[in-house]
C-alpha cells in the first residue's frame, strides 16, 4: 500500500499509473496531480482498525490497492480539497478535479470505488 506525505508521493502501476511504472504525484495547486484514489485517515485514532480492513479487503478482491495519507503529514492536500471528516476516501480526475467523496466512519462499498480506480 502506498502511503502519501508530504507534498509528493509515490504511486504503484495498479494504482493508476498508465505506463505502468512508478510515478510522482505532485501538489494539486500546481497542476500535477494524476487521477487515483485516495484514503486519508489516523491510523491511531478509534476507526483505524476498520479502515485497515476494508483497504485489505478492496486489495484482495480487486487486486489493486489505494494510497493513503495521514492528514497531519500534509495538511495542504485536506485544505485544498476541504477534507476535515476522516476518514475520507476522495476520488481525483486527471486534472485534481474531486470525481468522487466519501466521508466519515461509514465506509462506501467496494464496488462504488472501484469504479474509479479503473
Not at 486519508?40 to 478492496?58: H, P, Q
Not at 485544505?79 to 478535479?97: K, M, N, Q, R, W
Request: with cysteine; aromatic share 10%; hydrophobic share 35%.
Amino acid at each position: 500500500m502506498s502511503t502519501l506525505a508530504g507534498d509528493n508521493w509515490r504511486v504503484t502501476a495498479a494504482e493508476g499509473d498508465p505506463h505502468g511504472d512508478s510515478a510522482t504525484w505532485g501538489r494539486t495547486l500546481a497542476g500535477r496531480t494524476r487521477q487515483g484514489v485516495i484514503c486519508i485517515y489516523r491510523d491511531n485514532a478509534d476507526y483505524s482498525r476498520s479502515v485497515e480492513e476494508w483497504l485489505e479487503n478492496f486489495r484482495r478482491t480487486t487486486g489493486r490497492e489505494i494510497a493513503t495519507m495521514n492528514p497531519d503529514e500534509n495538511p495542504s492536500f485536506c485544505e485544498t480539497y476541504d477534507i476535515v471528516e476522516y476518514p475520507t476516501i476522495i476520488a481525483l480526475g486527471e486534472s485534481g478535479e474531486v470525481r468522487a467523496m466519501w466521508r466519515g466512519k461509514n465506509l462506501p462499498l467496494l464496488n462504488e470505488v472501484m469504479y474509479y480506480t479503473i
